[in-house]
């Protein structure tokens, strides 16, 4: 089985999600994803990447964000992770429509938007010590079912 992983870690400043979406990109661009999967995985990382940023570590550039990605044949396993201060009920949080930064506009769809773009998502938090969101997506491109 093919296997390939990467990781790397930035600041908590906003001009980074960029960087974050771009890197997820490449890096799973070597399983030649159909148009519809990169986009649905670079959309998946700007959410958790915005939500490390506006609620972890509410708008403070002196946090860290990890992204670390493996390829395990035919998917993609990946996982975001802060520092911040974690989520109080992740229940709650899962909610379509539910955000506590209302003040910013939020649309509170981040949480359902990854996962409706992903086969799997996981959530793992304590307050006070940040969160992890675990994402997996099976790539459906002729070149990952070959290797």
Do not use: W
């Not at 986009?39 to 990382?45: A, E, F, N, Q, R």
């Not at 911040?84 to 949480?111: H, N, W, Y």
């Not at 773009?117 to 990952?144: C, H, N, Y």
Request: aromatic share 6%; charged share 25%; no cysteine.
């Amino acid at each position: 089985m093919y296997t390939n992983h990467m990781s790397l870690q930035f600041a908590s400043k906003s001009e980074n999600e960029s960087f974050a979406r771009v890197a997820v990109a490449a890096f799973i661009s070597q399983l030649d994803p159909t148009l519809d999967e990169l986009t649905d995985l670079k959309t998946v990382v700007s959410e958790a990447v915005t939500n490390a940023i506006i609620h972890g570590y509410n708008n403070r550039e002196d946090g860290i964000i990890r992204i670390e990605a493996r390829i395990e044949g035919d998917v993609i396993l990946l996982s975001i992770e802060d520092f911040g201060s974690g989520i109080e009920d992740v229940e709650e949080a899962r909610q379509p429509l539910f955000t506590s930064k209302p003040e910013l506009e939020r649309s509170g769809m981040g949480f359902t938007i990854m996962e409706n773009f992903m086969d799997e998502l996981e959530i793992v938090t304590a307050p006070g010590q940040g969160t992890t969101v675990r994402m997996v997506k099976r790539i459906e491109s002729k070149k990952a079912l070959v290797n």
